[in-house]
C-alpha cells in the first residue's frame, strides 16, 4: 500500500523536525542500522548489499534508522564515491518495497538526495508511521540520554544550520579528510561493558517515559549505542535497539504484534 504523506513539525532536543505520518507502511519491518560504511571492514558494506538485495525476503519495509554511513553529506552537484554502491543497491530495493531512513549523528546532512533522486522516505530526526496496526517511532537515538556534556554540546554544534552551510563551502576531498580526523568525536566510541550498559538503560528509560505521553505508540525504536535490546513495557508495546550492522550483521524484524533481534548470515558463511 503506498504511504501517504502528511508533514507536520514537533520539538525534539530543542529542534524543529519534520513528521512521516503515514498510512500502513507495511506488515512486516525490517530495522536495520550502525553500518558506518566507509571506516568499517570492506565486508560489512559487501554484506549489507547482499542483505539489501535479500530485504524483499526478510520483509515488505525497511527503517535505516541512522549512521548507515560513518559520515554522509549531500552537495548540490556531488555524490560521495564512498557510498554510491549502497545508493544505488537502495534505489534498485526502493522500487520494491518502502523504504524509511532517519539520520544519524553521522550522516544527518542532506539536502533532499535521498528523496529526491531516490525515492526514499528521509527523516533527519525522527519518523512516525505504521506497521499493521502498530504505531511506530523511529529515533537514531544520540542528543536524547547522553551523560557527557561534550557529546550534547556536539549534538547541538552539528545540527546547527551555519555548520553545514560553512561545511558546504569546502571541496569534497578536503571535507571528507577533515571529517575522518573529527570522526572519533562525533560519538561515543567506548567499548566499556558497564557504559553501554548504562547508556541502554538510558534509552529504555526514555521510551518508556515517551509512551506513556504518547499512548497511541506502539512500538519505540532507537540505535546510537549499537546494543541490541528489545524491552517490553506495558500494554503490550516495545522498545527496540536492533544493534550495529557491523556487528556481526545484526537487525531486527518488527510486526504489529512484536519485535525479533536476528543476524543476517551471507550466503557461504
Avoid at 504523506?5 to 500502513?24: C, D, E, I, N, Q
Avoid at 515488505?60 to 560521495?80: A, E, H, K, Q, S
Avoid at 561534550?150 to 549534538?155: E, S
Wanted: proline share 4%.
Amino acid at each position: 500500500m503506498a504511504a501517504r504523506r502528511v508533514w507536520a513539525s514537533t520539538p525534539l532536543a530543542g529542534f524543529s523536525v519534520r513528521l512521516y505520518l503515514a498510512a500502513v507502511l507495511g506488515h512486516t519491518l525490517v530495522v536495520v542500522s550502525d553500518a558506518h560504511l566507509g571506516v568499517a571492514p570492506a565486508a560489512v558494506e559487501k554484506v549489507l548489499l547482499e542483505f539489501l538485495h535479500a530485504c524483499p525476503s526478510l520483509g515488505d519495509c525497511l527503517l535505516i534508522n541512522g549512521d548507515l554511513f560513518d559520515f554522509w553529506f549531500t552537495y548540490t552537484r556531488v555524490i560521495p564515491r564512498r557510498g554510491f554502491h549502497v545508493a544505488a543497491a537502495l534505489a534498485r530495493l526502493r522500487s520494491r518495497i518502502p523504504i524509511v531512513m532517519v539520520g544519524g549523528n553521522h550522516d544527518r546532512w542532506d539536502s533532499r538526495f535521498w528523496e529526491q533522486d531516490l525515492g526514499l522516505d528521509f527523516q533527519p530526526l525522527r519518523a512516525t508511521f505504521t506497521v499493521g496496526g502498530r504505531k511506530v517511532i523511529a529515533i537514531h537515538g544520540d542528543g536524547l540520554t547522553e551523560s557527557r556534556w561534550q557529546a550534547k554540546l556536539i549534538h547541538r554544534v552539528i545540527q546547527h544550520p551555519v555548520t553545514s552551510a560553512i561545511y558546504r563551502l569546502l571541496h569534497p576531498d578536503f571535507g571528507f579528510r577533515v571529517v575522518d580526523l573529527l570522526s572519533p568525536a562525533l560519538g561515543d566510541h567506548t567499548h566499556d561493558e558497564a557504559t553501554l550498559t548504562q547508556a541502554a538503560e538510558r534509552q529504555k528509560a526514555w521510551a518508556e517515559a515517551f509512551m506513556t505521553k504518547e499512548p497511541s505508540i506502539g512500538l519505540v525504536i532507537m540505535s546510537h549505542t549499537h546494543r541490541a535490546t528489545i524491552a517490553d513495557l506495558e500494554n503490550g508495546r516495545q522498545y527496540l535497539n536492533p544493534g550495529a550492522w557491523f556487528d556481526g550483521f545484526r537487525y531486527a524484524i518488527a510486526t504489529e504484534s512484536g519485535a525479533e533481534l536476528r543476524k543476517f548470515e551471507p550466503a557461504g558463511s
